[in-house]
């Protein structure tokens, strides 16, 4: 009995994901017959959630939005309230980001469309103050979480820093979240190598259904290499910076994606970039403690112009 009920647990968790399944790929995946698979599929029906079966070459098992939820002992206003809850989570920067997007991906899944209008218009009516964390598009985020879970290749649409767009074939791998923005590590079908996505830029195709193996990258690995490769990025001004608090400190004020080094525990060096020197000499002020440029003449020079602005504007306080 134990057994059947931990396969019908993992027999749900594999249709939860937003894709369809034939019978052979569910029994290779549980270990056991396509006619168990069968049995268990009029199981889950019987408990209330709804599969569609499609037949033919090309059919197969899917979870589908029912006219009721199914039975996981919530009612209509607990459930939207978990999955607003888990939108709110995913933007917190908790550790618990990519968890809470695939989470969300399963409940809105089966999430009646009453109750989907219910959530939708909670993050229609929330406004951010400006300056805060950038809204986040959680339809696009669960999309992308669950195609890295069940590891399916993803097609979008992706505008590059430049204006311009092209499209995208990937193996996507993880995503990774910074600060208010979010990255996905993928492999480039057409390019053949690594590439980082920026979320907020892509636009998902239809799903292409197609299974990969995952690439090995140490866990561990991966944040560093997309922190290397955003760090290093296409900005149009680079610079190194002599940023004089520890590195811990200035990781905690720091919310866009720089490269920091510590030097001893009072010091590190900080590599920023940016489009526009100005506004990256406004913003490193901002920090609030002493910096020096190591590297880097235009972010020097907009220093210079910075503190020729800032003492014309004391200069009428100081004649008084």
Do not use: N
């Amino acid at each position: 009995m134990l057994e059947t009920s931990a396969r019908l647990l993992e027999l749900l968790s594999l249709l939860q994901l937003k894709r369809d399944w034939t019978s052979s790929e569910l029994a290779g995946r549980l270990g056991v017959s396509t006619r168990t698979v069968r049995a268990d599929i009029g199981k889950l029906r019987s408990l209330g959630y709804p599969v569609d079966a499609r037949p033919g070459v090309a059919g197969g098992y899917r979870l589908v939005a029912g006219t009721a939820m199914p039975p996981l002992l919530l009612d209509d206003d607990e459930a939207v309230a978990v999955a607003v809850g888990l939108g709110a989570v995913a933007t917190r920067g908790l550790g618990v980001e990519e968890t809470s997007l695939t989470a969300l991906a399963k409940l809105e899944q089966v999430l009646p469309s009453r109750l989907r209008r219910r959530v939708e218009a909670v993050r229609e009516a929330t406004s951010v103050v400006p300056g805060a964390d950038l809204p986040l598009d959680l339809s696009l985020l669960g999309v992308v979480a669950a195609a890295v879970r069940a590891h399916e290749r993803l097609r979008f649409g992706y505008t590059k820093p430049g204006g311009s767009e092209a499209a995208r074939h990937t193996e996507p791998q993880r995503l990774v979240s910074w600060g208010p923005l979010w990255y996905l590590l993928a492999w480039d079908l057409d390019r053949d190598d690594w590439r980082v996505f920026r979320v907020d830029r892509m636009v998902p195709r239809a799903p292409t259904g197609a299974r990969f193996r995952p690439r090995v990258i140490p866990d561990d690995k991966v944040v560093e290499y997309v922190v290397g490769r955003v760090s290093k990025g296409a900005s149009k001004y680079r610079a190194r910076v002599l940023v004089h608090a520890p590195a811990a400190a200035v990781a905690a004020k720091i919310h866009i994606p720089v490269d920091i080094e510590a030097v001893d525990e009072s010091t590190c060096r900080v590599d920023v970039g940016s489009d526009d020197p100005d506004h990256l000499a406004l913003w490193m002020t901002q920090l609030d403690v002493d910096i020096e440029v190591i590297e880097g003449s235009e972010l020097a020079m907009a220093f210079e112009r910075l503190a020729r602005r800032l003492r014309r504007a004391a200069g009428g306080a100081a004649a008084t």
